[in-house]
């Protein structure tokens, strides 16, 4: 399984943006796909995920409300609509896919979000 993000970008505080993540290769042996971020200086970031068994949905207390999480089986796609965006959300978000029995991980090259004031 191999997955891509696209939809970074330069937004101002308080507009939205929505990011995209293509899965590639074995995509019915997925069992999770999600969004981590890294800020400059800081730690990774769990932002949100998608269980694709029970389609539970997880989100880090820092977002609840203003991001949502999503995919579309069809084009194989998963989406990470953010709204209200505020400056401690500029990170680069890293797209990552769960697979196979041993959910074994999968991650993108990540995308650029910077959020201005």
């Known amino acids: 399984v191999q997955v891509a993000e696209s939809g970074g970008g330069l937004v101002q505080a308080g507009s939205s943006l929505r990011l995209s993540c293509s899965a590639s290769g074995n995509t019915f042996s997925i069992n999770a796909m999600g969004w981590v971020r890294q800020a400059p200086g800081k730690q990774r970031e769990l932002v949100a995920n998608?269980?694709?068994?029970?389609?539970?949905?997880n989100y880090a207390d820092s977002v609840k409300g203003r991001f949502t999480i999503s995919r579309d089986n069809a084009k194989n796609t998963m989406y990470l609509q953010m709204n209200s965006l505020k400056l401690e959300d500029t990170a680069v978000y890293y797209c990552?896919?769960?697979?196979?029995?041993?959910?074994?991980?999968?991650w993108g090259q990540g995308t650029q979000v910077t959020v201005s004031s």
């Open positions: 990552n896919a769960a697979y196979g029995s041993n959910w074994l991980r999968s």
């Open positions: 998608i269980n694709f068994g029970n389609g539970n949905t």
